[in-house]
């Protein structure tokens, strides 16, 4: 968004750069304040009507046939146009000489004077725009109650005017603390979450998704008797109310607990492994996960191995490229769990122990054929006022495996010697080849995968797996500039996503490639709500919060999206998709004009994806908006393949709010393609 815009939208709503004179407070309140924040007691309610309305207005100004007809309806012409005029020299009387710094009233309108007055309802609808968890943070603190709720001014134009916009601004209310809300949680602000769920029963007390929401956010804090007393306020809500019980679904949201260091001291019920291979897609070779306290380690910690197992299961199990079993999974099957170690192709152990106040987990994954290792690492969860230490290690545990478990798929299927047919019948190779043939490859890979993929989904149109990956083959047709026509891409990616959430809407991934799909198809706050959908059904899955972090730095907001970058980067060091995270730390800073430290991340995303053309061509405009035009030169000369990127594309995978922005980077291809021309 452009400045001239932005100060046109704000003097639309009465914020300017100067401070007001006036204040309106009508959300819950119908107050009138002057500059020393003092209320106006004198004005009468169709005073303040009159000025809640005009201050609501385009450009803040209404005539004064539409003030008559919206207050005094039930008056003739000439005998409203005088209550009006009356009404006005009250207002001036109560107001004294703060009506001439505030309202401008030639005939025929009433008018406020630029940057004179805010009303927190235009504030409140800015606000709900933002895209990041400071700007959405104005709304919560804005929101007091309905519109206008206590103004007495029974008069039916107005009331119906006073109905549409205390419905429109309370929808705006919601949908914005629903995002803070479930970014807050993403995140690990959970007090910030636990407000804002508060706030939004408080609008509708009937929301079992924002309910189960807060029980979630108690849990996670560790405050256990909090989640059992929202759980039994909700139950008791919707019996007396609806007489229905909102179902054992909100129970299992509460661990069994204990306080003692706020870790799980009684075992919860051994969680179950996967079903079986074919039950749920194409067949998957088994990974083995084993979370134990680690030897010579605090007993208790046995029991929060329990709670850990179970919710990386949670987690991964959906969408994990392997069959994921826990031994005690087997065991409830009535088969030894040493078993599964010995059928296992992947085999992933973590121990867990205290590293002073922090939970310590050493996560180790390996091939069991040929003993190679595909991750090993220590993870340290810092005891923290908001999440509990098992469930801050869980989120990353499941990331780190959830990349450990992949590069150890594509390797096993790219070990497997094939027969003939067999790629058609199996549709777990399929998908693995498939996948290494988008992770690495360009126009003719990206074809070859989607011909592999289609096949396997007209034989199995379900495969949920198959469909997330087909839709983001045509997303990278996008990403990496190999389409002149992008915008068809993205709706058939869109299109794939959708009937892969249909499939499985318990699983991370399709939210995913829906919402990567969405954020090109221009609609970036459904994007984001996708992305934390996938969150929260898996809290440390890396791409999504890669996702939200490029939502951010294309709207502007540089801090909060090189903030989600980085829990990307750190919930995923070894994921194909690193330099996309680069790349996006380079946009943030690009739009925030830290020119020097664009260029410098954008030469750390083209070094960790070496030929890719948009970190090159960013980096070229940021060193020439630093005058440093030789260097730009040579950036874009050392990409190869730059010269071969869509125009088209580069634009629409690239749609910062700042136009020029993207404008900037257009150019450099353009330059490039008349070097080559030349």
Not at 102 to 110: E, M, R, S, Y
Not at 125 to 149: C, I
Not at 172 to 194: F, Y
Request: glycine share 8%; with cysteine; net charge negative.
């Amino acid at each position: 968004m452009t400045a001239g815009v932005q100060d046109h939208d704000k003097a639309s709503h009465g914020v300017a750069s100067t401070a007001p004179v006036l204040t309106i407070t009508a959300m819950g309140a119908a107050l009138v304040r002057g500059h020393g924040g003092a209320a106006f007691g004198a004005l009468g309610a169709k005073s303040v009507a009159l000025l809640a309305f005009v201050a609501l207005q385009p450009g803040q100004a209404a005539s004064r046939d539409v003030l008559v007809e919206l207050l005094w309806p039930r008056s003739d012409a000439d005998q409203g146009r005088a209550s009006l005029r009356q009404e006005l020299r009250r207002m001036k009387k109560a107001m004294g000489p703060v009506f001439e710094a505030a309202i401008d009233a030639p005939p025929g309108q009433v008018a406020l004077r630029p940057g004179a007055v805010l009303i927190d309802a235009g504030t409140l609808e800015q606000a709900a725009e933002a895209r990041d968890s400071g700007g959405l943070t104005t709304v919560l603190h804005l929101y007091g109650g309905p519109f206008l709720a206590p103004l007495a001014v029974n008069e039916s134009p107005f009331q119906d005017w006073v109905s549409i916009q205390g419905t429109r601004l309370e929808e705006l209310t919601v949908d914005a603390l629903l995002r803070l809300m479930l970014l807050d949680e993403a995140a690990g602000r959970l007090d910030r979450a636990s407000v804002a769920a508060r706030k939004l029963l408080g609008i509708d007390p009937f929301q079992e998704d924002v309910h189960a929401a807060l029980i979630r956010i108690h849990a996670a804090s560790g405050r256990i008797g909090a989640a059992r007393q929202q759980l039994e306020r909700c139950r008791a809500l919707f019996m007396k109310e609806l007489d229905e019980d909102p179902g054992p679904a909100l129970s299992a949201l509460i661990p069994e607990a204990r306080n003692k260091r706020r870790i799980a001291a009684r075992p919860a019920p051994a969680p179950t492994g996967r079903p079986a291979p074919d039950a749920n897609g194409p067949r998957r070779p088994l990974a083995a996960l084993s979370v134990r306290a680690a030897a010579g380690a605090d007993p208790e910690l046995a029991a929060a191995a329990h709670q850990v197992a179970a919710s990386v299961m949670g987690q991964l199990g959906p969408g994990c490229w392997m069959n994921l079993t826990l031994p005690e999974g087997l065991t409830a099957g009535g088969m030894p769990g040493e078993a599964l170690f010995e059928r296992a192709s992947c085999i992933a152990d973590v121990a867990l122990s205290w590293d002073g106040d922090a939970l310590r987990a050493d996560v180790t994954c390996a091939r069991r054929p040929d003993g190679a290792m595909t991750d090993s690492r220590v993870l340290l969860a810092p005891s923290s006022a908001e999440v509990a230490p098992t469930v801050a290690i869980a989120r990353q545990v499941a990331a780190a495996l959830g990349t450990a478990f992949l590069a150890a798929a594509e390797a096993e299927a790219a070990a497997h010697v094939a027969v003939d047919g067999e790629i058609e019948a199996d549709g777990w190779l399929t998908l693995m080849r498939a996948h290494r043939l988008y992770r690495d490859g360009g126009a003719a890979e990206l074809a070859r995968a989607r011909k592999m993929l289609d096949d396997a989904i007209a034989l199995d149109p379900g495969m949920c797996e198959g469909l997330c990956l087909l839709s983001m083959t045509h997303l990278a047709d996008v990403s990496r500039g190999l389409t002149s026509a992008p915008r068809e891409a993205m709706f058939r990616a869109r299109e794939l996503a959708l009937r892969a959430v249909r499939r499985s809407p318990e699983a991370a991934w399709p939210h995913y490639a829906l919402g990567a799909a969405t954020s090109l198809a221009d609609d970036p706050l459904a994007a984001q709500s996708q992305h934390l959908h996938a969150l929260r059904l898996a809290p440390g899955f890396a791409p999504a919060m890669g996702e939200i972090a490029r939502g951010l730095a294309l709207a502007g907001d540089s801090t909060e999206a090189e903030g989600w970058a980085r829990r990307a980067m750190e919930a995923g060091p070894a994921d194909p998709a690193l330099a996309d995270w680069l790349h996006t730390i380079a946009m943030a800073r690009f739009a925030a004009a830290d020119w020097q430290g664009a260029a410098q991340a954008g030469a750390e995303a083209a070094a960790a994806r070496p030929g890719w053309a948009p970190p090159a061509l960013l980096r070229a405009a940021a060193l020439r908006q630093c005058g440093e035009d030789q260097q730009a030169d040579r950036a874009i000369a050392a990409c190869d393949n730059a010269a071969t990127f869509a125009p088209e594309a580069l634009r629409f995978a690239h749609p910062f709010s700042d136009r020029t922005l993207a404008d900037a980077l257009c150019a450099e291809l353009d330059r490039l393609l008349a070097g080559c021309a030349g």
